[in-house]
């Protein structure tokens, strides 16, 4: 999964605009501040620089010629790691609120103020940190759910077919794992691979 630079470190951004004075403009106010600007005058362009260079940001114009600034983000997030999108027009009335967009963190006004721009890249920054971090604890919960099942699962085996107590099975299943220096879910995986191969030769008699 893409990592998004702590807080105030430099980024390396994309800004993809058609107007070559609004492009210089934006390149300029984001090198003073310390950012790496990549540059791309349409859609098309913005999508081979992502590729060739993964920007950590991208700053994108949404109406430009052929591939808007909008489908060209959306192009560059499914088909690599997110990346977190500001967005600029002259136009309020563009819809970014899709659930194709949720990769869109912030959206300026023309004409930009330097000031505006830094503070939605900061806040752009910002908020695909936090939903990288409830996505990484969403995965281990879900992680863990599926590993506490698994181990489960094999508790169950192991007493049907040892004829063990409640406990004892768990009991066993540590000790495995302590003695084969392995994770108590690989020797539980191993045990229910067993028990799938039991039932086959169960069902070949």
Known sequence: MATTPSNGAPLRIAVAEDEVEIRQFLKECLSRAGHTVVEAGNGEQLVSVCK?????????????PGLDGLRAAAQVNHEGPPIPVVLVTSHPQDDIHSDEADYVMACLSKPVKPADLLASVELATRRHR????????????????????????????????????????????????????????????????????????????
């Open 130 to 205: 936090q939903l990288l971090k409830v996505a990484a604890e969403a995965a281990s919960w879900k992680q863990a759910l599926e590993d506490r099942k698994a181990i489960e699962r094999a508790k169950g085996a192991v007493m049907k077919r040892l004829g063990l107590e409640e406990e004892e099975p768990y009991r066993r299943l540590q000790r495995v794992a302590s003695e084969r220096n392995l994770k108590l879910v690989d020797v539980a995986k191993l045990v229910e691979k067993a028990d799938e191969a039991y039932k086959q030769l169960e069902k070949a008699m």
């Open 52 to 64: 060739l260079q993964r920007p950590d940001l991208i700053v994108a114009d949404i109406r430009m």
